[in-house]
């Protein structure tokens, strides 16, 4: 039951972002969100609780667009990470099984701890990086060089069109619920192995 609420919670969620995120990148162009009150209020209100909302509006050749749906898309992260929890509680040991069986399904048990190492140390990059301790990709804080991003190959192509910055915002908000999820799971991972030495099968 827990699993469909927080599985529903968290596409209704995703369905919602990703609607109105199109939705505004389609009826609205850069010069019509300039002038809009209401979405510069939206903006303005989260540039002050979130970082990034600011970073991205400093570096992109569509600052107001970009600042309101990244603004809007943050708004749903809450959503996200409380749907996956409610779905699979990290505080819970048989969640943590689940997570352990359906990679064992995917991997040799061997494998299996390889594997959630390295990719809890990247998501654990990205959650330092969210809160300023070392210099990346948070997509909270956004703590790197504008003059790197800018630049870079990537990021043109994504500042390109209203369309490609709504999907942009959208997978990028979504990426940093799982990803502060996941460091959580591991950290629950290692709490039941080591200390509770809970056999995780």
């Not at 919602?16 to 009150?37: H, K, M, P, Q, W």
């Not at 309101?68 to 996956?84: D, Q, R």
């Amino acid at each position: 039951m827990n699993f469909r609420t927080g599985s529903a919670a968290f596409k209704c969620g995703a369905l919602a972002a990703l609607i109105l995120s199109l939705a505004i990148s389609t009826v609205f162009d850069e010069s019509s969100i300039a002038d809009s009150r209401e979405l510069g209020l939206i903006a303005r209100l989260m540039g002050a609780l979130v970082p990034a909302v600011r970073f991205f509006n400093q570096i992109s050749t569509r600052p107001h667009t970009f600042a309101v749906l990244y603004a809007i898309n943050w708004l749903f992260v809450p959503v996200y990470l409380a749907g996956i929890c409610v779905a699979r509680p990290v505080w819970q040991l048989n969640s943590i099984k689940v997570l352990v069986r359906s990679l064992r399904r995917q991997k040799p048990q061997a494998a299996v701890g390889r594997t959630m190492f390295f990719v809890a140390m990247f998501c654990l990059y990205v959650v330092l990086s969210d809160i300023g301790a070392v210099r990346g990709p948070g997509p909270y804080s956004m703590n790197m060089s504008g003059g790197l991003v800018y630049h870079s190959h990537l990021f043109r192509p994504i500042d390109g069109s209203g369309f490609s910055i709504a999907l942009f915002s959208w997978i990028y908000c979504m990426l940093d619920a799982v990803c502060y999820y996941f460091v959580g799971a591991y950290a629950a991972y290692l709490y039941f192995a080591t200390v509770q030495k809970a056999e995780l099968t």
